[in-house]
């Protein structure tokens, strides 16, 4: 009887305990607004990978091709794969996307549901499969592999008919079962327009949401790719920031509204959007998306690359950097060492969190398992919280002696939602609080980059707008260490002329210098042409060349109401007396494509004075906007 009574003594102050601890633990927030699926929460965790645009455009020095190439143009002297990868691992980049076929619709894999693919190319004898070699390249390196599909294919003869849809759903299937796990899967916004088409060139025109019917066609790629996020229509997994600038939105919400793309708002999203739409931010690393020789000298700096790190990943985005291979089939030389100097810096830079060893306090706390150090453990899957009534808390890192950081990350556990509007970062220096910054929304992260580096005792998150309780997932504190500069270069392509003794006899707008520095950033900016008034430049060679034609930049920056020419006047002079016509036309797609522009002159002729007269943009916009003139002494 005694056994049993002291068991029953024991049950009898356990069951309250027990009670006491199941009533006391704390359930999880609810989820408040758009959350993320699955495979949205693991992409959000690439923040970098790679674009590789390689295919015919590489041979035809084009970046749209029309459709009519011979597939024996495309001829690698030397492809590598595995030095592709190599380049991408050395930049940082954790994945990788391949063009498997651009608007031309050339095919990088040898299918059999078109003539104009690889298998009718010299690589390898007809016998090659691209998007089979960098698959395996990108597995053997441990990087995630995506896929690049036009919707466009100026080649095929039904293009805008309903034959072509069944083509294009086939190719969707070839390459979602042909080549292992995608991480991400890339339809083009470009749709319908001139082309070949079999040989009726003509142009064709859709409405590509009717046409394509975009949720049968995700729905396709999730059916075989369940975790490849699908990027840019209504309905995808992953929207395009609104420029190929690299520039995100500051902020850039990653929910959007429930309606078609607007380019306005995809830059920024939307806060509260219906819809976990988040943004990938592109950009090249050459001004063009194809490798072209004469944009050599114009590679993106190491310092450049960091500046597009801060306006995308530190913005809460992906950054999704293009690596043109060259015609050997390799990344240029000098490409590799700026991506190495670049992805060092990045290494370097977050390889140690200097909030590692403080201790974490927070003026409220939701409870065990929730509780503030859950900031430091380096768990994605664990976040420090408060009650719910609780919305606008303060989270202090007590930090050991002699920590100096100039770069702050913060990230919200997106499982749970976009729950804070805007907060602080605050550092006690001296025994005072100082606010290092204040910016608006958190989302998959937010790095803070400071002019200068900070020495603090303590440093606090405050939390000074938020419709729910804050839900955050890290504060991590770093070091930021500056790329290796990397000398410029002149181009590899002995016909394009240098610039560097040209100059400016004359200019409808001040600032046209910029035109001839060799600088994609810079640019020459003026009130846009009207009817009568022209924008014109005449620039001077400093001496009798041989030329072919000249090229023209458009710029790539995002500014509110500038565009590049619609189209040009040419004319060319010995004098600068006598001057004779070398060739009017539109520019092709430079609104939207902004690549560089290569015209041929009628013929080679020796000149010393090139006048180039713009009578419109090719947009609507208050101000014209060029980064750079050149030319060539070979025709393109």
């Not at 015609?327 to 590692?356: C, E, M, N, W, Y």
């Not at 600068?576 to 015209?599: C, D, K, P, V």
Request: glycine letters at 10%; hydrophobic letters at 40%.
């Amino acid at each position: 009887m005694i056994l049993r009574r002291r068991s029953l003594i024991a049950a009898g102050l356990a069951a309250p305990f027990v009670s006491g601890l199941a009533h006391a633990a704390p359930r999880a927030p609810a989820p408040f607004g758009a959350t993320p699926s699955p495979r949205q929460w693991r992409w959000h965790a690439r923040e970098q990978y790679a674009f590789v645009h390689f295919s015919m455009n590489t041979f035809t020095d084009k970046e749209w091709g029309y459709g009519d190439e011979d597939p024996r143009r495309f001829d690698p002297s030397d492809f590598s794969a595995d030095q592709i990868v190599a380049a991408a691992k050395a930049g940082n980049l954790k994945g990788l996307i391949l063009t498997a076929k651009h608007h031309d619709g050339f095919c990088l894999w040898p299918t059999r549901l078109t003539e104009h693919c690889i298998r009718n190319s010299p690589y390898k004898g007809g016998r090659g499969d691209l998007v089979a070699e960098m698959a395996a390249a990108c597995r053997k390196a441990g990087l995630a592999f995506g896929l690049y599909l036009s919707p466009w294919d100026r080649n095929h003869p039904e293009y805008g008919r309903a034959g072509y849809i069944d083509y294009f759903r086939r190719q969707i299937v070839e390459l979602c079962t042909g080549y292992g796990e995608l991480f991400e899967f890339w339809f083009d916004g470009a749709n319908g327009g001139d082309g070949y088409y079999g040989g009726a060139r003509e142009t064709r025109r859709i409405d590509a949401p009717r046409y394509y019917d975009w949720p049968s066609m995700i729905a396709l790629v999730h059916r075989h790719q369940p975790m490849a996020c699908t990027f840019d229509p209504l309905g995808a997994d992953i929207r395009w920031v609104g420029n190929e600038d690299g520039v995100a939105g500051d902020p850039c919400w990653p929910t959007m509204p429930n309606h078609p793309y607007v380019q306005a708002e995809g830059n920024s999203g939307v806060r509260g959007g219906a819809l976990w739409w988040p943004a990938e931010t592109n950009t090249s690393i050459r001004p063009g998306w194809f490798y072209h020789s004469d944009e050599d000298s114009r590679v993106r700096s190491p310092e450049n690359l960091v500046r597009f790190f801060d306006t995308s990943v530190a913005r809460g985005t992906t950054m999704n950097l293009n690596i043109p291979p060259d015609r050997r089939g390799r990344i240029p030389d000098h490409d590799v060492a700026v991506l190495k100097s670049f992805g060092d810096a990045i290494r370097a830079s977050f390889a140690t969190d200097l909030a590692q060893g403080a201790v974490a306090s927070a003026s409220h706390t939701r409870g065990t398992g929730f509780d503030p150090a859950r900031v430091l453990d380096g768990n994605r899957e664990t976040y420090w919280s408060t009650p719910d009534g609780i919305t606008t808390p303060t989270l202090t890192l007590d930090l050991p002696p002699g920590r100096s950081f100039d770069l702050i990350r913060v990230r919200e556990y997106l499982p749970l939602g976009i729950r804070v509007t805007r907060f602080a970062v605050e550092a006690e220096v001296g025994g005072r609080w100082r606010r290092l910054a204040t910016k608006t929304g958190i989302g998959a992260q937010r790095i803070i980059r400071l002019d200068r580096p900070v020495s603090a005792r303590r440093v606090r998150l405050v939390v000074l707008e938020a419709p729910v309780c804050p839900a955050i997932g890290e504060v991590a504190l770093f070091r930021a260490v500056a790329p290796v500069p990397v000398a410029p270069i002149v181009s590899s392509d002995p016909s394009v002329l240098s610039t560097a003794g040209w100059r400016i006899v004359s200019a409808s707008a001040p600032g046209a210098e910029r035109l001839l520095d060799n600088d994609a950033a810079t640019i020459w900016l003026l009130p846009a042409p009207t009817p009568g008034r022209p924008a014109i430049v005449t620039i001077d060679l400093g001496t009798v060349q041989a030329v072919a034609g000249f090229s023209l930049t458009p710029s790539r920056q995002v500014m509110t109401g500038a565009a590049p020419p619609r189209g040009y006047v040419a004319e060319t002079s010995v004098d600068g007396r006598t001057w004779q016509a070398a060739g009017a036309a539109e520019f092709a797609n430079i609104a939207y494509a902004l690549s560089t522009q290569r015209l041929n002159f009628p013929d080679i002729r020796s000149i010393r004075y090139l006048r180039l007269t713009f009578a419109d943009v090719a947009a609507p916009a208050r101000r014209l906007a060029i980064a750079g003139i050149g030319a060539f002494d070979r025709p393109r």
